[in-house]
């Protein structure tokens, strides 16, 4: 199986548990690797076989534009959840930073692993 990434995807979201953090939008980013099967549209230069990273990225930053949640861990989750379903992906490592929430950190984040690759 091959590997289709995007590194530092960021998206415009409210996320948090304090009350300021519900009032205020936040920057993350999404590094995504996603298991794929690239030899068909390679064979035929097809972009209709291939993994459409535009589609990927776009419905990354719509859902996390529409959701709101408190933890990273549910966002890591549900965003996963939805790539691994509607782009038919058998495997996804998601890594989502959130920067500049933590004093002399520049990022902390969460990192999942879902499916079988």
Not at 7 to 20: A, H, M, N, R, S
Not at 81 to 91: E, G, H, K, T, Y
């Amino acid at each position: 199986m091959d590997i289709i990434f995007i590194k530092q995807l960021e998206v415009i979201t409210t996320i948090g548990v304090y009350d300021w953090e519900k009032e205020v939008q936040q920057k993350l980013y999404f590094d995504l690797e996603m298991a794929f099967d690239n030899k068909p549209a390679a064979a035929s230069d097809d972009i209709n076989l291939a993994l459409n990273y535009f589609s990927v990225s776009e419905k990354v930053n719509q859902f996390a534009q529409i959701h709101r949640f408190e933890l990273l861990e549910t966002m890591a989750e549900r965003v996963a959840a939805l790539i691994m379903a509607d782009f038919s992906v058998p495997w996804i490592k998601l890594t989502l930073h959130k920067p500049g929430a933590l004093p002399k950190a520049q990022s902390l984040g969460v990192q999942i692993e879902r499916g079988i690759r």
